[in-house]
């Protein structure tokens, strides 16, 4: 049997923790999920993750802060960011820093599931709607 790809979730809302972690868990591996970076480094640092869900707007620090310390030590991690927020400079600036992908929150299940798989095997996919989406 092939090794699920395995996640860490960081989203500041405990319900939509809860439904990614519902909805994610029946093809990958959720190996915890957090309401904020800190425990999620903690976590990570002891026990690495294939791919990282971030929200964009932690409460307590700068996202971007984050992505730098964890592919300062993990460069091959992806991180996706799951944002409300359409914004191309920020996106740009993301995959400045290594992010390997930008996806908005409006996305359905089906859709995610399949380009976490994708991002996983080394594409990109950074886009404004669903589909608008890029993924190179």
């Known amino acids: 049997m092939d090794k699920r790809i395995s996640i860490y979730i960081i989203e500041s809302y405990n319900l939509v923790r809860n439904l990614y972690k519902h909805n994610l868990s029946d093809e990958f591996d959720i190996k915890g999920e957090f309401?904020?970076?800190?425990?999620?480094?903690?976590?990570f640092y002891?026990?690495?993750?294939d791919v990282i869900?971030?929200?964009?707007?932690l409460p307590y620090k700068d996202t971007f802060e984050f992505?730098?310390?964890?592919?300062?030590?993990?460069p091959d991690t992806k991180i996706i960011i799951l944002s409300t927020v359409?914004?191309?400079?920020?996106?740009?600036?993301a995959a400045t820093l290594g992010v390997s992908g930008y996806i908005l929150k409006d996305i359905e299940?089906?859709?995610l599931k399949e380009t976490i798989k994708q991002i996983h095997f080394g594409r990109l996919?950074?886009?404004?709607?669903?589909?608008?989406?890029?993924l190179i």
């Open 125 to 134: 996919y950074f886009g404004l709607q669903e589909e608008t989406g890029v």
């Open 46 to 49: 002891n026990d690495p993750a």
């Open 53 to 57: 869900l971030t929200d964009l707007r």
């Open 86 to 93: 359409e914004d191309e400079e920020m996106m740009y600036y």
């Open 35 to 43: 309401g904020e970076e800190k425990e999620c480094l903690k976590a």
């Open 109 to 111: 299940f089906p859709v």
């Open 67 to 74: 992505i730098k310390k964890i592919k300062s030590k993990y």
